[in-house]
């Protein structure tokens, strides 16, 4: 044990292990944050970091707005905490009212967790509950699509379709397969919004029918838009076409839209852009701005329905977590969806897409850019690897975008993706691709 001493301690970074983070590079060359006001950072030495990702696709009101701190600030006082299993509490009830109406279609009950991880195995469980429940028990097989990033709890990562987050992690779910990627450079290079190319792919889902009989299959997750392998828009079409197999065949669709919720694609959820009603949908991070963690599943009415049967005093659900609508989440969820209607957020980012798009796919032609993708307010740049190793050019735009630049951003191995806060100024976008044209000129 060390003591508490500083002077004891070689490096008083070292006893956090980061998440998702180059630990040892990071210890050497710290990218720290101390305060944040609108649209930006503010390191603890003074610089002003503009934010390029909304924090990590989450700030989507920009920083400290002041009606989500006070709401965080009064709900402490009031009450701390109210456990949710067999208790409830009037925010928690009021926020669900609320993202149901802002759902699509009869999505219309909300189970709270407390991230996209958490979020995503809930709704893997109640699929495969759900078939229990209706006595279709042998559906118990689940389809994840390959690129896609689900979080990273064990059920996440089964149907996620990321190798590095699969590999270390032994045997993982059975019974889960996938549908190709949805991305193909050749096809696809350059696309603003949703690519022409590619509303066959949803057609493997008929295969994988094939191959293990609908009436083995439980559900299918997907993004419709793949974040966290940098930005893969569903191609025009594949949603449907993919609702339509699920149909035909009585398979649950979720989509998980912890990225693409609360206006990222310029609706409360992507399925609106798509016309698509999915069965489930997981959401978290812009549900507070990210001010207090919180994710949750949005559920069609004849799921919840069929769970509710038994005896009255019977829980019809072994599911739920100590945080579930924690009080201060809500109280913050609560005040966020406030802001999103009063400055019409959503709308706010079907009217920049084009001009975002322009400025994003003017920094074709710089140095190592192999593809630009644009939709809503993302934009994403894939640059050719260096010698350095696949990762290492995106690694050092990272570098530079932070400590040169002053902007943040964030990489996917050697893509460099963008997705400010929704009140980004029509200035403010270009001052953050100029930075990010700088960024790239500078790893070539
Ligand atoms: C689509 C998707 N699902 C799930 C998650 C996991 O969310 P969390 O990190 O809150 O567990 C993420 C996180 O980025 C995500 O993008």
């Known amino acids: 044990m060390t003591s508490n001493a500083s002077t004891d301690l070689p490096n008083d970074l070292a006893a956090y292990w980061m998440p998702f983070t180059a630990n040892r590079a990071f210890k050497k060359a710290p990218r720290m944050l101390g305060r944040a006001k609108g649209m930006h950072y503010h390191t603890p030495d003074g610089r002003k970091v503009l934010d390029g990702v909304a924090g990590l696709w989450c700030v989507n009101t920009g920083h400290g707005r002041e009606e989500i701190v006070a709401a965080i600030q009064a709900q402490a006082q009031e009450m701390d905490y109210a456990p949710p299993f067999q208790i409830g509490h009037p925010k928690a009830f009021q926020l669900a009212s609320r993202l149901a109406a802002m759902a699509p279609g009869d999505l219309d009950h909300v189970f709270f967790t407390n991230s996209g991880s958490e979020a995503v195995d809930t709704a893997l469980k109640i699929a495969l509950a759900y078939w229990n429940v209706s006595g279709q028990g042998a559906r118990t097989r ?80 997907v993004e419709p838009m793949a974040g966290s392998t940098g930005a893969l828009p569903a191609p025009q ?15 649950l669709l979720i989509f998980d839209e912890v990225i693409t919720g609360f206006g990222r694609l310029g609706h409360a959820f992507a399925a609106e852009r798509y016309g698509v009603i999915p069965d489930m949908i997981t959401f978290a991070k812009g549900v507070t701005a990210g001010a207090v963690p919180m994710g949750g599943v949005l559920v069609r009415k004849g799921i919840h329905d069929a769970f509710m049967k038994g005896p009255e005093h019977a ?125 790239i000129r500078a790893v070539a």
């Not at 590095?164 to 050749?186: C, E, I, M, Q």
């Not at 079409?237 to 398979?251: M, N, S, T």
């Not at 322009?358 to 993708?373: E, F, N």
Request: charged letters at 20%; a negative charge.
């Open 142 to 221: 689940l389809v994840g699509r390959v690129r896609g990033y689900n979080g990273v709890g064990f059920g996440g990562i089964s149907v996620g379709g990321m190798v590095a987050n699969r590999k270390y992690f032994g045997s993982l779910l059975t019974g889960v397969d996938h549908l190709p990627t949805t991305y193909n450079r050749s096809e696809q290079a350059f696309t603003r919004g949703e690519p022409a190319w590619g509303a066959h792919l949803a057609d493997e889902l008929e295969n994988i029918v094939g191959l293990h009989d609908a009436s083995t299959l439980a559900a299918v997750i």
């Open 237 to 251: 079409g594949y949603l449907k076409r993919l609702r339509e197999i699920c149909d035909k065949y009585g398979i």
């Open 315 to 439: 829980v019809e659900l072994f599911h739920g977590y100590t945080y579930s609508a924690h009080p201060l989440a809500c109280a913050a969820a609560l005040a966020t969806l406030d802001i999103y209607a009063r400055e019409d957020l959503f709308g706010r980012v079907l009217r920049l897409e084009q001009l975002w798009g322009d400025a994003v796919h003017a920094l074709r032609g710089l140095p190592h850019v192999a593809d630009i993708r644009t939709i809503g307010l993302v934009g994403a740049i894939d640059l050719d690897p260096s010698d350095g190793g696949p990762g290492k050019r995106g690694f050092d735009a990272l570098n530079e975008a932070f400590h040169k630049q002053d902007l943040l951003i964030r990489t996917a191995g050697d893509t460099l993706v963008l997705a400010p806060p929704l009140i980004i100024s029509e200035s403010q976008i270009g001052e953050m691709t100029e930075k990010l044209g700088k960024v």
